[in-house]
């Protein structure tokens, strides 16, 4: 079992560079997110998707666009990167019907650590 | 709006110790979900518990146990008789049932179990 799966681990960028982070559950979960976590600032939702083709901003989003073309991937964006968007990144995927979480868990990657120089 | 809170930031104590972390919760929803998640060292996240708001009873698993309290809205977590592989940051989550379903996670309580 899969799981989520993130690409890259690690990724190194100047200012200004693009890339994109990739993300893909083999879970069938209708529900997929992006966090990135900064020292003492806990989990913060960046971007969030409650099915293919819908796609939602989170508390963060400002120079990261999403897209969700499949159920299964949920790239994250970085448009021109910036030395704040240095941080760790996570993919969470999970189980929704309907629109409706219940009570499921999020499953999440393990993580892709960018600094932005 | 939706907060969780958890006051300690970090916590040390000595192997064989007892040590809970404290969680807060605020929703005005009747309905919702409360998780905890532990981060070792190695940087994954890992869920441990979920508990919904219609159900107080308290679970134990092993040497782990907790105590969710509406009255306070709190869900706390205690380990007993706690283990070097305790070391981690342990994240407290609330989630709505509503559409987006977003969690709200905790900013984190780093334990660190010494030998």
């Known amino acids: 079992n899969a799981g989520v799966t993130q690409t890259p681990k690690f990724q190194v960028l100047k200012t200004g560079q693009s890339m994109t982070l990739q993300c893909a559950q083999d879970?069938?979960?209708?529900?997929m997110s992006w966090y990135r976590q900064d020292p003492g600032m806990g989990l913060r939702l960046i971007h969030y998707?409650?099915?293919?083709?819908?796609?939602d901003q989170g508390e963060v989003p400002n120079g990261y666009n999403v897209s969700r073309s499949t159920t299964e991937d949920f790239p994250l964006r970085l448009l021109s990167a910036a030395p704040s968007q240095t941080s760790v990144y996570f993919c969470a995927s999970s189980y929704s019907s309907g629109g409706r979480s219940y009570n499921s868990p999020l499953h999440f990657g393990n993580g892709t650590r960018l600094t932005v120089t | 709006a939706q907060k969780v809170t958890q006051a300690q930031t970090e916590i040390s104590v000595v192997e064989k110790e007892d040590v809970t972390l404290d969680c807060v919760y605020e929703?005005?929803?009747?309905?919702?979900?409360l998780f905890w998640y532990k981060q070792p060292p190695s940087g994954e996240l890992v869920f441990l518990i979920r508990?919904?708001?219609?159900?107080?009873q308290n679970e134990i698993s092993g040497r782990y146990s907790w105590n969710f309290q509406k009255s306070t809205s709190s869900f706390n977590f205690t380990i007993t008789a706690s283990q070097v592989v305790d070391s981690a940051v342990y994240f407290c989550a609330l989630r709505l049932n509503n559409y987006g379903q977003n969690f709200v996670f905790g900013p984190g309580t780093r334990l660190s179990v010494l030998p």
């Open positions: 508990r919904n708001s219609f159900d107080e």
């Open positions: 998707s409650v099915g293919a083709g819908i796609t």
């Open positions: 929703t005005r929803d009747t309905t919702y979900y």
């Open positions: 879970m069938n979960h209708e529900y």
